[in-house]
């Protein structure tokens, strides 16, 4: 063994599982080619392509593919209500695929959800992909724990998402960990290093994210490594194609503050929430004046959204809004299925609910106009933008926050993670153009003798 070999094989760089996909459809796309060629080869890859640039049309190759080479079913998960749209393009595109609701293959290509996945057995597919990836991490703990176990025995696995780690890049450790690469532990204590020596065996210490940074070799290793499983992409110019159909109309963002009809029941006038609890009082007591303010800002749309935090919001606005139908969370899977589907068809003039259940994958490019009342989550709004501002859509999407004179600390949070997350992606995108940054190889003039015990 050379020292070159030596090295290489300690980089703990992704391996590649799969196979040469060998003639890919001419529907797609020459970058989403490009990227499924190289999941297909890597066998175990995540694709973090922004929306709209065609997540499902290259999941569908890509179960395809894998199905053609092994002779095995494929299942590929979505978040709620998304299934009946990759059902539909799959029919769109000459791909067997098929709905399943009772954990049995449907079709070469099964289709399913989340909320259903533990109906199914992993030991009757050969691959699975998971639709939406980033959604994993929301879930409570034993469904994020039931994902990662159906994920672990199968030799094909595909993750796809837009905000694979929205705005903290150690949030890719889940990524990693669903593949079969690096621990989200493991990934922490090779390339960072916690300044507060209080690293805990459970994920709760990530509350404490700023104690967490790079070990002072270690950044650049840690992109080549994410890069040797993932590919990053918010246009297909950043791999070097054109983006002629894919620019982005305006996006308007309008900020609304709504004043309080009472301080709080010790002060004599409204200030800036400073902390989580009063944030939530404040919340509480102005939830009439938010609410009628983003009725009013929904009553003249063809179809709108009104993101909404909590369940009184939810029906309250249902209420104040005309049109409007509104999705829960104690709504019945099918119940939140059909109403989704319907707003999808144009069949709802106004939806209500909740990021947390309709913020991921659906497309909805018909709509274009939608309100938003913040929390200090960032993916939670991108993710909520994106439903209709991506790809496809041809008119300005305007974004309402309605927020309160108490809610500045909330909006300034949100602004610092969307410049993290910016920030990170770029990074991201900087080490995945040049595939020289994956793997390095060095000549040494010498012979290197490495020990025995070292290989």
Not at 123 to 129: A, D, E, M, R, T
Not at 434 to 452: G, K, N, Q
Request: contains cysteine; aromatic residues 10%; glycine residues 8%.
């Amino acid at each position: 063994m050379t020292y070159a070999d030596f090295l290489a094989r300690r980089t703990q760089l992704g391996g590649d599982y799969g196979f040469d996909p060998g003639d890919l459809p001419a529907f797609l796309f020459e970058f989403q080619r490009d990227l499924v060629q190289w999941a297909i080869r890597k066998g175990r890859a995540a694709i973090f392509a922004d929306c709209g640039l065609g997540k499902t049309p290259m999941e569908l190759v890509w179960a395809d593919l894998v199905h053609h080479h092994t002779g095995r079913p494929v299942l590929l998960v979505t978040p709620l209500a998304v299934a009946y749209q990759t059902e539909a393009e799959a029919a769109k595109f000459g791909i067997e695929a098929a709905i399943s609701r009772n954990g049995r293959p449907a079709a070469p290509i099964s289709v399913t959800n989340y909320d259903r996945l533990h109906l199914f057995d992993s030991s009757q597919y050969i691959g699975v992909i998971c639709d939406e990836s980033s959604a994993i991490k929301a879930f409570d703990g034993a469904r994020r724990a039931l994902v990662t176990e159906f994920l672990r025995p199968l030799p094909y696995r595909l993750l796809a998402t837009a905000t694979a780690a929205p705005n903290d890049y150690i949030e890719l450790g889940t990524s990693s960990e669903a593949l079969g690469e690096l621990g989200y532990m493991d990934m922490l204590t090779r390339f960072f290093v916690n300044e507060q020596r209080n690293a805990s065996t459970g994920r709760g210490y990530l509350g404490q994210r700023n104690a967490w940074r790079f070990k002072g070799h270690a950044e650049q290793p840690f992109w080549r490594w994410v890069a040797s499983w993932a590919r990053a992409m918010r246009r297909p110019s950043d791999f070097g194609h054109r983006d002629d159909g894919f620019v982005l109309p305006e996006l308007v963002q309008r900020e609304h503050v709504v004043k309080a009809s009472r301080p709080p029941d010790d002060a004599l006038f409204d200030v800036p929430a400073t902390n989580l609890q009063e944030e939530r009082e404040e919340t509480r007591r102005t939830l009439t004046e938010r609410c009628e303010a983003a009725a009013e800002l929904l009553a003249g749309c063809e179809h709108g959204i009104a993101w909404c935090q909590l369940n009184d919001e939810g029906d309250l606005l249902t209420k104040l809004i005309d049109g409007a139908v509104q999705v829960k969370g104690s709504d019945s899977v099918d119940a939140k299925e059909d109403a989704l589907a319907a707003f999808s068809r144009g069949d709802i003039r106004v939806l209500v609910t909740k990021p947390s259940i309709a913020g991921w994958g659906l497309n909805w490019q018909h709509c274009r106009a939608m309100t938003f009342f913040p929390s200090h989550s960032y993916e939670q709004y991108y993710q909520a933008v994106r439903r209709c501002w991506r790809y496809g859509q041809t008119q300005p999407v305007t974004v309402d926050i309605v927020t309160t004179e108490g809610g500045a600390r909330v909006l300034a949070n949100l602004q610092r993670k969307a410049r993290a997350a910016d920030a990170m992606f770029d990074a991201l995108v900087a080490h995945m153009r040049d595939a020289a940054t994956i793997r390095r190889t060095v000549d040494y003039p010498h012979p290197v003798e490495v020990p025995a015990w070292a290989s």
